[in-house]
């Protein structure tokens, strides 16, 4: 990013409560829910554009369309789509 002269934001988040298989699992639910809702739903609330949002994590990404209806794509994809 900083190749290109875009300026990025490293947000700290904690697990976004997807973990893999255990947001998945059904006994998980509520409490994979909460757990984003702790640490991650938090910086969605304080960025206006989500457009700007990335993440690393497939289960990440995942969790984010699962609890916000909102696809976040991989950094890799946003410089792929600048190049």
């Given at each position: 990013?900083?190749?290109?002269?875009?300026?990025l934001e490293?947000?700290?988040?904690?697990?976004?409560?997807?973990?893999?298989?255990?947001?998945?699992?059904?006994?998980?639910?509520?409490?994979?829910?909460?757990?984003?809702?702790?640490?991650?739903?938090?910086?969605?609330?304080?960025?206006?554009?989500?457009?700007k949002i990335?993440?690393?994590?497939?289960?990440?990404?995942?969790?984010?369309?699962?609890?916000?209806?909102?696809?976040?794509?991989?950094?890799?994809?946003?410089?792929?789509?600048?190049?």
């Amino acid at each position: 990013f900083k190749s290109l002269n875009l300026n990025l934001e490293i947000c700290a988040v904690g697990c976004c409560g997807m973990a893999g298989n255990y947001g998945h699992e059904k006994e998980n639910i509520n409490n994979s829910k909460d757990i984003f809702e702790l640490s991650w739903k938090p910086i969605f609330d304080s960025i206006l554009d989500h457009s700007k949002i990335m993440a690393t994590g497939f289960s990440c990404r995942e969790q984010i369309k699962r609890q916000l209806n909102i696809e976040t794509p991989h950094p890799i994809q946003i410089l792929n789509s600048l190049l």
